[in-house]
């Protein structure tokens, strides 16, 4: 994850104070949201976590190409884990 977990709950909480300042939403209890919206956010991030090691294991089969310069390794991870993503319908 490209997040802490406490990063990710500075994050909500920012956004969730925001959106009740502009009156976007309005609440007696913020804390509950900010608890929702973190675990939401967590989860979201660990997906691409998940579908990251997949990527790297496939690429491993790919080890001997890669160190002799035949293949990009960012490329082919980026090509892998769109086209994985693409598959499962998951947004990057």
């Known amino acids: 994850m490209r997040l802490t977990r406490d990063q990710v709950e500075t994050v909500t909480q920012r956004l ?3 959106l009740m300042k502009e009156g976007t939403i309005s ?4 804390g509950g949201i900010i608890d ?3 675990r939401v956010f967590t989860e979201d991030l660990a997906v691409e976590d998940r579908l990251n090691l997949e990527v790297r294991e496939i ?3 790919y080890t001997e190409e890669i160190s002799r310069g035949d293949i990009n390794y960012q ?3 980026r ?3 769109t086209k994985l993503a693409r598959e499962r319908h998951i947004i990057l």
């Open 27 to 30: 609440t007696e209890e913020p």
């Open 79 to 81: 090509k892998i884990k």
């Open 75 to 77: 490329e082919m991870f």
């Open 16 to 18: 969730v104070h925001a």
């Open 36 to 38: 929702l919206l973190s």
């Open 59 to 61: 690429m491993e089969k």
